[in-house]
């Protein structure tokens, strides 16, 4: 079963509405850009490849795409494939093409580049190895058949690998709960465990690889995921468990040298603070974090398991959409 995220119908946009999962399945229609725009910021679309696809179409739906452009960008500003997307659509337009084709075309370009993450990841999927994922990174976070990092996890599965998946809760929004989902229909083995567990799991040897997905990458390959990715990353360096990150080319700003320059997005204090604690209680809370490159054992692309980001920005200005 593929999960569709996000639909494209006779010029109609439909988008999965996230934060009701996994209780209710819901699509919501995105009449224009205002919907995808509140549609990204209240996270009813997350991920950043889907967020990039949400907004193409959105640009494909605009009257006015300059200045539609502008909001969008403003919705999330970790997440790179999202100024992409857009760079894409308004360069499209103002050559004169097709926005609905154009838009069509990213969405299948994001299809493609998932689908051979996905083969080149599963090349470092052994039988019986037990696997560590962080946050949501399958088909709902990309918006095609094949995730980041839960694609790879897929495709293992679809080769007939005996595999076992730890989830991480990933606070504060629990995106594992979605994670958790996306396994239990593709019927694999997993468990859920809190954040602040997988140092001990490292520790006990019960992990053998980590594979997390990416909002923004440096040119240095540093990068930005979602919050509590760093911990993990150093406890892995400590733990000798092999560290990888899953992003298409999209994902990568050779723009920027070093992780230091991404902005990270703060969300919401409401988020953290649940029922259990006293009224008037303060919390912070940033959205991602920024790992530096030293702890990554490869990147994983539609180019192939690349040590050095160098290696994907070589491949890269050799492609086009």
């Not at 200045?67 to 337009?93: G, H």
């Not at 946050?135 to 005996?162: D, P, Q």
């Not at 809190?194 to 690889?209: L, Q, T, W």
Request: charged share 25%; with cysteine.
């Amino acid at each position: 079963m593929d999960i569709k995220s996000i639909k494209f119908e006779k010029n109609r946009l439909f988008i999965l509405n996230q934060t009701l999962l996994p209780h209710r399945t819901n699509y919501v229609e995105c009449k224009n850009v205002n919907d995808v725009a509140e549609a990204i910021t209240s996270m009813k679309v997350r991920g950043a490849p889907a967020i990039g696809i949400a907004a193409a179409y959105a640009l494909a739906l605009s009257k006015k795409p300059e200045e539609d452009a502008r909001l969008l960008l403003s919705t999330r500003p970790t997440a790179v494939d999202l100024k992409n997307a857009v760079d894409f659509m308004l360069e499209e337009i103002k050559n004169g093409r097709d926005a609905f084709s154009a838009a069509e075309r990213w969405h299948n370009a994001v299809e493609d580049k998932c689908k051979r993450i996905a083969e080149n990841g599963a090349t470092l999927i052994r039988d019986g190895m037990r696997i560590l994922t962080h946050c949501n990174t399958g088909s709902l976070a990309t918006g095609v058949s094949y995730g980041t990092a839960l694609g790879i996890i897929k495709k293992g599965w679809e080769e007939k690998k005996r595999i076992f998946v730890f989830v991480d809760e990933t606070r504060p929004r629990f995106q594992g709960a979605l994670t958790s989902w996306e396994l239990r229909i593709l019927g694999i083995p997993h468990d859920v465990i809190v954040d602040s567990a997988a140092g001990y799991f490292m520790k006990n040897k019960e992990i053998d690889i980590i594979i997390v997905g990416a909002d923004r990458i440096a040119a240095n390959g540093d990068f930005a995921n979602k919050i509590g990715t760093y911990p993990l990353a150093v406890l892995a360096k400590e733990n000798n468990v092999p560290f990888y990150v899953a992003a298409p080319s999209s994902t990568f700003d050779f723009h920027i040298k070093t992780g230091e320059e991404i902005k990270v997005e703060e969300r919401g204090e409401e988020e953290v603070i649940l029922h259990i604690y006293p009224n008037g209680t303060r919390a912070r809370n940033p959205a991602f974090d920024i790992t530096p490159n030293k702890y990554v054992s490869g990147y994983i692309t539609e180019f192939g398991v690349c040590k050095r980001v160098r290696e994907v920005e070589v491949a890269w200005k050799g492609m086009s959409v």
